[in-house]
């Protein structure tokens, strides 16, 4: 198929676009790549369907003539006092452009829930092949990490203020003070090496929404900690792959053991790393896409 691809290419490290950029192309399909603006450029080119993803430009969506797609990354419906502001916005994005759309695919199972569109699909991220990898050990790496934004969510803030009371100079938080502090690729993968295990805190979290951290950081060799949803215990073994928890005891009884197992730990990196591989990939989730594509057009 001939893609139109909409999006912010070429955006760094964090390159969501180029991992499925690579998916299409190496699955055979063609890809054209535009910017988000460039709309006008865009929609006079021709193919199979357009895909974006946060593009804002709603007058160029209105004229675009070939089958629009598009696939929505960020958690959209929330209860959060400290998020409403921000999904009041995606909301509103969302009842614009979903009429627009031949189909929308949103990692925020809640959302489609909540809105109720036969024109929405839940489909996970993934993780990006091109970089997927155990990493190498450094220097100078606490055992407990977090990697993300602290400040997403009133109650991931207390939960991550809990673990720095309980763990002190053992827990370290990468990625809240801006772009530059935070790790991807390689460098990520190779703090994951280092660290006994990352911590994903137990908000926002439902059973139809988790970050794309859980990929990504299995994806570059992460002993991820993870809190317990049963879509996801049936992606990965809940005590092998990516060892769950229920409450936030649960996870300090998990941080624990495995920084006192670095042989399980190791088995879990290894064993979580081979699954996302095989099942979680990009283009898993790109060949899930055009499948459901090629139905509704």
């Excluded at 991220?125 to 990490?145: F, K, S």
Aim: glycine share 8%; hydrophobic share 35%; with cysteine.
């Amino acid at each position: 198929m001939k893609i139109v691809y909409v999006a912010k290419h070429h955006s760094g490290d964090n390159d969501d676009e180029g991992a499925i950029c690579y998916a299409l192309e190496a699955l055979g399909h063609e890809v054209v790549r535009f910017r988000e603006n460039e709309g006008d450029r865009a929609i006079e080119e021709d193919g199979d369907f357009m895909l974006a993803h946060k593009w804002d430009d709603i007058a160029a969506m209105r004229r675009v003539k070939i089958p629009f797609v598009f696939w929505y990354f960020d958690l959209v419906f929330t209860e959060d006092p400290g998020l409403i502001s921000r999904t009041k916005s995606r909301g509103g994005w969302m009842r614009e452009v979903e009429p627009l759309c031949t189909v929308g695919f949103c990692t925020d199972g809640d959302w489609i829930a909540h809105h109720k569109s036969e024109k929405l699909v839940h489909l996970f991220q993934g993780a990006d092949e091109r970089t997927a990898g155990l990493g190498v050990r450094l220097n100078g790496v606490p055992p407990i990490v977090f990697t993300g934004i602290a400040e997403h969510s009133i109650p991931r803030r207390e939960h991550l203020a809990q673990l720095q009371e309980r763990y002190g100079s053992d827990f370290r938080i990468i990625g809240s003070g801006g772009p530059r502090q935070r790790l991807h690729g390689r460098d990520l993968s190779n703090l994951l090496a280092t660290a006994a295990v990352c911590v994903c805190p137990d908000s926002p979290v439902t059973e139809l929404y988790w970050s794309n951290r859980v990929y990504l950081l299995t994806g570059l060799g992460g002993c991820v900690l993870h809190p317990y949803r049963n879509i996801l215990a049936k992606q990965y073994d809940p005590k092998t792959e990516v060892p769950m928890y229920n409450t936030r005891e649960e996870l300090n009884e998990l941080i624990d053991y495995f920084i006192a197992h670095p042989e399980e730990r190791q088995a879990v990196r290894e064993a979580a790393l081979a699954r996302t591989m095989k099942e979680h990939l990009y283009r898993h989730r790109v060949m899930q896409l055009i499948e459901t594509v090629k139905e509704r057009i």
